[in-house]
């Protein structure tokens, strides 16, 4: 299985033998309304982001086109501009791809009035793809189903991950990140059963207990936090929030190890570790 970020694009491409998915997360079609509220006032962005997306299912020819959640922006209603640009959106893909898969986030609320049956929404605890190798994908605003621990790689959004550079004048500036963080995973599942409220016993393994409660044998060993698709949004500075500062239970979780995270930006330059990035005086 093939498994890469589509640089420069905040995309992952995924092709395992004839079957070829692309990914993207975050969205938020109708955020410009929320910047002509707080006086910012700039044209509609959805025909841009059709644009650049096609682009890329010209040049990569995918069979499926994933969408991590978060594909609207108003929670918890929809707006009058979310309702013509979400739908015609995802029409202009339906045409474009063989399969269209919605993995609902936090803002994708009521998502199922703005799609037709040619999109298939799933749980928003999301799905596995990959038969050989299997790849976990949800949002990461909440724990997903069980049965995704059975996936050695978890693939999240949410986050809208950047990294802050500081100028020689103090000038702040934040890129998008890539994030590819190693799982303990015995930590991991101990937070989920945690969550679940359940306690594994004085001498029990909790991926013992996770096998024994729900059938799944935990795999997971690799997280990748998605950078967000609009380029508008901003995000979180991962080298300078601290870890309870960021956004989802799984990345909170003590099964993360974030500090030795690789960051890469979205032309595929690595910057190092998030700790080796975090000693840098900002």
């Known amino acids: 299985m093939l498994v890469k970020p589509y640089t420069p694009w905040p995309i992952l491409l995924v092709e395992e033998g004839k079957e070829k998915n692309i990914i993207l997360s975050d969205i938020h079609l109708?955020?410009?309304?929320?910047?002509?509220?707080?006086?910012i006032s700039i044209p509609s962005q959805t025909e841009r982001f059709k644009e650049m997306l096609l682009r890329v299912i010209e040049e990569t020819k995918p069979d499926r086109l994933i969408i991590l959640g978060d594909l609207k922006h108003t929670i918890p209603k929809i707006s009058s501009k979310e309702w013509v640009d979400t739908s015609s959106f995802l029409r202009e893909f339906e045409k474009n791809v063989e399969t269209l898969l919605i993995i609902p986030g936090n803002h994708d609320g009521k998502i199922s009035y703005l799609s037709s049956p040619k999109t298939i929404i799933s749980s928003s605890r999301g799905v596995i793809i990959g038969k050989k190798e299997k790849i976990g994908l949800f949002h990461g605003h909440t724990w997903p189903s069980p049965k995704l621990f059975e996936a050695?790689?978890?693939v999240i959004g949410h986050n809208h991950p950047t990294i802050q550079f500081r100028g020689a004048f103090g000038f702040k500036t934040s890129k998008s990140i890539w994030v590819k963080a190693p799982v303990e995973v015995e930590k991991l599942v101990y937070?989920?059963?945690k969550h679940r409220g359940i306690t594994p016993g004085k001498n029990q393994a909790p991926k013992q207990l996770l096998a024994e409660r729900y059938n799944v044998y935990a795999k997971c060993s690799e997280l990748v936090i998605m950078p967000a698709f609009n380029d508008l949004l901003g995000g979180i500075p991962f080298n300078v929030k601290s870890k309870n500062e960021l956004l989802g239970p799984v990345v909170r979780s003590d099964g993360v190890l974030l500090e030795k995270a690789e960051i890469f930006l979205l032309d595929g330059t690595y910057l190092g570790t998030l700790k080796e990035l975090e000693k840098i005086s900002w």
């Open 191 to 193: 937070s989920f059963l």
């Open 152 to 154: 050695k790689m978890w």
């Open 30 to 39: 109708g955020y410009e309304l929320e910047l002509v509220e707080a006086g």
